[in-house]
């Protein structure tokens, strides 16, 4: 049985670092000591304002702002339930159809969780919510992280080109909106937050060009890093990949003070010319740590006084835990935030925590939150102040902008307390990835199975960078395939076709039951198949998505791929093929 125990503010290192932020600490303990007043003031606010829309009127809410009404009238929706109202504000639609503020953009998802990207109608005010929940990251880190004001932060960050609806409304990813906007663009000067990379390689649409530009300036500002980042950790390994790809004519440019010709863009041109000048010295030194191709440590030796690595290794991103660390020398990561493309939950209380033990609290003043526990029905749900720590529930969510009860798609797990604010631990997406008959694999099932099976590789200095996976059904029976993308250390000692073949047979092990009852009793699924591909598979695989309309920050390995132009090329890349050599342990009874 689980207790809830309240806790303080993890133990600082040090005390706040300035009046600024003290004040955001403060902000931090009000919000999580008042979290029903709090959401109860959200939710009025929200009905309050929007009383004479479209869709709360379907519903006769008749201006009724108390909880009680709200849950009793108004649904639980998906997004496939909006859709037609979605597609309406889309067309050019002006009425106030979700919310009497005038819908400003809409905010693309990442396309890559569940098909085609999802249009989430915003409003300009959400920019000031965003950006108030930005401005209490760095108050916390301090905490921890002394002496950031000292130096600069490394960070990869990307935008999009920008498409238009029909009626003409943006559309476009909530990272890209984000760094457009003034509150990005013309931030005030803040010495515990201040980037290597200038405004005009960030906003450089050119993704080749911004990420030279940006690699080239944390380059030159080397001695002045003291953190390196990404949004997601897929994106720092890019970043790390691309140094690969790119170092010699990244010292050509340090040496010589002139820029690689391919850099077109004529902002980034501008802003370059008065950032480099020739420095021999700096680009002997790129050059003496590339040159060997030895990349185990490669970030502390290249920025070696980089105190943390500040990248989402939650989720999805946890299997490159270990590709990090190896290029990393073992930095710290920091998971800071939580958030989505519908709303900026909360932040990380205790960022320089393991990665596995990382918890989101989310801030109140955010949005009005309800969760769904998962396995019940709708008629379930309660309020933030009400759930119970060791219980998994789903995200649901009712913002300014006018979605009421819409279904993230989140599960999370409550782990604790912070004042009355509960702390929650990213567990999953709520989707199935892979079935051939009556099993179902999630996300987070596959990947403890590749994690299993990765467990095999160890002794042979190999890992697995990246994987996705297909249900194979064109034969019978039908079969998955996990594609892998290895990283050899060693080549002397790389792991040998018996070695793969067992790893199929490991991770149909860490499978359940439903699975490997299909796979002994029925019959019913094939072998597990894994096919190693080519290195930079993946890079491809990336660079496709990007070109077919995906963000650079928010883009995430589709964990299950079905389509053509995909599978053709990941098959394209396929060096060898594994099969599982025996069944997989399975019995009547439970397995323990």
């Known amino acids: 049985m689980f207790m809830a125990v309240e806790s303080t503010l993890p133990t600082p290192v040090r005390t706040p670092a300035s009046d600024k932020d003290a004040k955001a600490l403060q902000f931090i303990e ?7 007043s709090v959401q109860e003031r959200v939710l009025r606010e929200i009905l309050g304002r929007n009383a004479e829309t479209e869709y709360l009127k379907r519903f006769s809410l008749n201006g009724a702002t108390d909880r009680e009404t709200f849950k009793s009238r108004i649904p639980v929706v998906t997004y496939e339930d909006i859709q037609p109202e979605i597609q309406r504000i889309a067309n050019g639609d002006k009425s106030p159809i979700f919310s009497v503020h005038p819908i400003s953009e809409f905010l693309t998802s990442s396309g890559t969780s569940a098909g085609e990207r999802k249009l989430m109608p915003t409003i300009h005010e959400e920019l000031d919510r965003r950006q108030l929940l930005y401005s209490l990251l760095m108050p916390v880190m301090n905490l921890y992280v002394p002496g950031l004001d000292k130096g600069k932060g490394l960070y990869f960050l990307f935008v999009k080109a ?9 559309a476009r990813p909530v990272l890209t909106s984000y760094y457009n906007s003034d509150h990005f663009k013309t931030r005030p000067y803040d010495p515990f937050n201040v980037y290597t990379s200038p405004n005009e390689a960030i906003l450089c649409v050119d993704s080749f060009q911004s990420m030279y530009a940006q690699m080239l300036c944390g380059l030159i500002m080397r001695d002045e890093v003291r953190r390196v980042g990404a949004v997601f ?21 340090i040496a010589t003070g002139t820029l690689n010709p391919k850099i077109t863009d004529a902002p980034v041109r501008e802003c370059m010319r008065k950032i480099l000048k020739p420095n021999p010295e700096l680009a002997q030194l790129v050059t003496i740590e590339c040159y060997e191709e030895n990349w185990e440590c490669i970030i502390k030796r290249i920025w070696p006084r980089t105190k943390y690595l500040d990248v989402i290794v939650t989720g999805a991103m946890a299997q490159y835990i270990p590709t990090l660390e190896y290029y990393s020398g ?4 920091a998971c ?26 989310i801030m109140p003043n955010m949005a009005y939150f309800e969760f769904l526990p998962h396995g019940s029905s709708t008629s379930c749900l309660v309020d933030l102040a009400d759930v119970e720590v060791g219980k998994e529930y789903e995200l649901i969510l009712t913002i300014y902008a006018g979605l009421g009860r819409y279904r993230v798609g989140d599960i999370l797990r409550v782990t604790g307390f912070h004042n009355a604010a509960p702390q929650f631990l990213f567990i999953r997406r709520k989707n199935v990835l892979l079935s051939i008959e009556s099993d179902k694999t999630d996300e987070a099932e596959l990947q403890n199975a590749i ?29 998955y395939v996990i594609y892998w993308e290895l990283l050899v250390k060693d080549s002397a000692i790389a792991p040998t076709n018996d070695v793969l073949n067992r790893c199929c047979l490991q991770m149909e092990e860490s499978l359940n039951s439903v699975y490997r009852q299909s796979r002994v009793a029925d019959n019913s699924i094939g072998p597990l198949e894994i096919r190693v591909v080519e290195n930079g598979t993946f890079e491809e695989l990336m660079d496709y998505a ?12 589709p964990r299950c791929v079905s389509f053509t132009p995909i599978m053709e090329l990941l098959n394209s890349r396929v060096v060898s093929k594994h099969f599982s050599p025996d069944l997989p342990h399975w019995t009547p009874e439970r397995r323990r």
């Open 30 to 36: 009000e919000m999580t000591k008042n979290v029903d």
């Open 162 to 170: 920008e498409t238009k609806t029909p009626g003409g409304l943006l």
């Open 233 to 253: 950790a897929s994106g720092l390994l890019r970043a790390i990949h691309f140094l690969q790809n790119n170092w010699k004519q990244l010292a050509h440019d």
């Open 330 to 333: 073992g930095l710290p990561m």
């Open 336 to 361: 800071t935030m939580y958030a989505s493309s519908e709303c900026y939950f909360g932040l990380n209380l205790n960022p320089m925590c393991k990665p596995s033990e990382v918890t989101y609290t």
């Open 451 to 479: 994690e299993n099976a990765s467990l095999l590789l160890k002794e042979f200095n190999t890992s697995v960078v990246e994987y996705t996976s297909y249900a194979d059904t064109k034969q019978i029976p039908g079969h």
């Open 546 to 557: 990007i070109s077919r309309g995906a963000s650079i920050n928010q883009y995430k390995v």
